[in-house]
């Protein structure tokens, strides 16, 4: 998938789950958003733009940012790789790894996220 990267970085996850599905995703740049960088009323994202891998702990902060609402989908979105141990801990709670270019080329890191590409649902 393709996405324009002159809208910004937590623009692009926000189309991607639009494409999927999600019927209201807005991105939530510029606000203190906990570290929430996309929502819907089903979906939350959060997106890492950095040199190194993204690791567990990140993907705990976003399962975290859920609070209560275990039936939103989680998608995390990183601009470089993932690290083992955030691959193993979005498999156990269910947490889609996506990695995206600058201009918003996206592949899914892990079967979850494979997933989502080829099944999307209508939220």
Not at 39 to 64: C, D, F, I, N, P
Not at 83 to 98: C, R
Request: glycine share 8%.
């Amino acid at each position: 998938m393709h996405y324009h990267a002159e809208q910004g970085r937590e623009l692009n996850p926000a189309e991607a789950i639009r494409s999927w599905g999600f019927t209201d995703p807005v991105a939530t740049t510029g606000r203190a958003d906990g570290g929430i960088d996309g929502r819907s009323s089903h979906a939350l994202t959060q997106v890492k733009w950095k040199v190194g891998a993204a690791v567990r702990t990140e993907m705990q902060q976003l399962y975290g940012a859920r609070e209560t609402d275990a039936k939103k989908a989680l998608f995390f979105f990183a601009a470089s790789s993932c690290s083992k141990a955030a691959v193993a801990y979005a498999d156990e709670v269910g947490i889609g790894l996506f990695t995206y270019d600058p201009v918003g080329l996206m592949a899914a890191v892990h079967a979850h996220a494979a997933l989502v590409l080829k099944q999307p649902k209508v939220w």
